[in-house]
Antibody, heavy 122, light 107 residues
Framework: EVQLVESGGGLVQPGGSLRLSCAAS????????MNWVRQAPGKGLEWVAS????????YYVDSVKGRFTISRDNAKNSLYLQMNSLRAEDTAVYYC???????????????WGQGTTVTVSS | AIRITQSPSSLSASTGDRVTITCRAS??????LAWYQQKPGKAPKLLIY???TLQSGVPSRFSGSGSGTDFTLTISCLQSEDFATYYC?????????FGQGTKVEIK
């Protein structure tokens, strides 16, 4: 079964750090781009970051540039999101997501984890 | 960044109705648009990619159309399980952006 399982969320104070993980199974992880998407409470979806199969290309939404780092370990079938200098507006459910097809082009995201909740509050 | 304007923000419909949701991009995005369905407390589900290609396993009552800047998601005969929030998302270039969402409610 193709599966993504996020972990690492929790309550953190403003200015703090957190590292999210996403464990992949049921497919050849190293063949796919991977993504993080978040959803603030009661709000819509926001794409956060993407990483290429070999980690050579990374892209971020402007609001997290310089604070968040996406990375992956293909040997461990794992995706990560290092979040530093956290702000209240980073409070959200964070999903990792995979495109439907392997290769160069991402055609949306069809495999999603269950999400992990990050709360930034004092 | 490319802005995506989705409308309406909500709609009320009855089972069996035909429903149309639109998204407009602030610049040409070719056909690099996806549609998702999300139910409360659940992850989004990919319905359509490349503006009009139905994702495997998605019922044929869902269809997508458009290219360039204007796109449409149509549900031809609304079923009870279709009451949810729908989002469009472009992937023409980074940063990707989503529409604001359309909540489809029971009339």
């Amino acid at each position: 079964e193709v599966q993504l399982v996020e972990s690492g969320g929790g309550l953190v104070q403003p200015g703090g750090s957190l590292r999210l993980s996403c464990a992949a199974s049921g497919f050849t992880f190293s063949n796919y781009w991977m993504n993080w998407v978040r959803q603030a409470p009661g709000k819509g979806l926001e794409w956060v970051a993407s990483i290429k199969q070999d980690g050579s290309e990374k892209y971020y939404v402007d609001s997290v540039k310089g604070r968040f780092t996406i990375s992956r370990d293909n040997a461990k079938n794992s995706l990560y999101l290092q979040m530093n200098s956290l702000r209240a507006e980073d409070t959200a459910v964070y999903y990792c997501a995979r495109p439907p097809h392997l290769g160069e082009l991402q055609n949306g995201m069809d495999v999603w984890g269950q999400g992990t909740t990050v709360t930034v509050s004092s | 960044a490319i802005r995506i304007t989705q409308s309406p923000s909500s709609l009320s419909a009855s089972t069996g109705d035909r429903v149309t949701i639109t998204c407009r991009a602030s610049q040409v995005i070719s056909s690099y648009l996806a549609w998702y369905q999300q139910k409360p407390g659940k992850a989004p589900k990919l319905l359509i990619y490349a503006a009009s290609t139905l994702q495997s396993g998605v019922p044929s009552r869902f269809s997508g159309s458009g290219s360039g800047t204007d796109f449409t998601l149509t549900i031809s005969c609304l079923q009870s399980e279709d009451f949810a929030t729908y989002y469009c998302q472009h992937y023409y270039s980074y940063p990707w952006t989503f529409g604001q969402g359309t909540k489809v409610e029971i009339k």
